[in-house]
């Protein structure tokens, strides 16, 4: 499986937002999703970026290795979208299992069913973006319908696997509060999740829109209000669900 190959766009040593420890991120090429706030439209397309094996993946990645074993870390596999390069990133999965790196997937769930039965069964944590629980708000926000993100959420917990939600606040399009009791209510049927993460919309990527000559909508739209942020955590802690 170190002879799969795969289109890269690029790496971080030294993350620590893309699951627990220090972790060595491996950015995918290609996204079938138009996020409004997507903060790597350069990863778009999949045609882009640079071709690599599996096996040159992961020796850059030992490299760090000490690193991510001392800090409890890992490999992230994100994007892009994942579930894109089901084969690459199945196979990444499993190789780094044998080497003893924990593997986790930034993903948003949306590909087929072989895609995410090829790669979601070999990760340790899945770290699965939901838009919004509303399905129009969820297409607004991505483009796509919500249809596969919330069969992956099923798949997950018959896998019993970790999963940490990440939800975006994007003030007029996800900050509702009805909303966010629905997806709070919904996702206390879960108990493989571990918790969820609000994230405050921002702007940073903004000029890769810029340099893409994409319209970017978002430009008049200010971050959240700590205020709103944390009524929003209120109401997932009050069904027992830590947040971050």
Known sequence: ??????????????????????RFV??????????????NPDTWKKTD???MTVGEVLDKAKSYKSYMDSSGGGITVTGGEPLMQPEFVGALLQEARKLGIHTA???SGF?????????????????????????????????VEIDSTLAALEELRELNTPVWVRHVVVPGLTDNLEDAK????????YPNIEKVEILPFHKLGEFKW?????????????P?????IERIRDIFREKNIPVA
């Open 1 to 22: 499986m170190r002879t799969v190959t795969g289109r890269i766009h690029s790496f971080e040593t030294g993350g620590m937002v893309d699951g627990p420890g220090i």
């Open 26 to 39: 491996v950015f995918t090429q290609g996204c079938p999703l138009r996020c409004l706030y997507c903060h």
């Open 49 to 51: 970026g640079q071709e």
């Open 105 to 107: 997937v930034d993903t």
């Open 111 to 143: 590909a087929t069913a072989e895609a995410r039965k090829a790669v979601l069964p070999y990760a340790d944590l899945v770290l699965l973006d939901i838009k919004s629980i509303k399905p129009t708000i969820f297409k607004k926000v991505s483009g």
């Open 182 to 189: 629905e997806l709070a209510r919904v996702l206390s049927e």
């Open 210 to 222: 810029e340099e893409l000559d994409q319209p970017y909508t978002l430009g008049d739209t200010e």
């Open 224 to 228: 959240p209000s700590r205020e709103v």
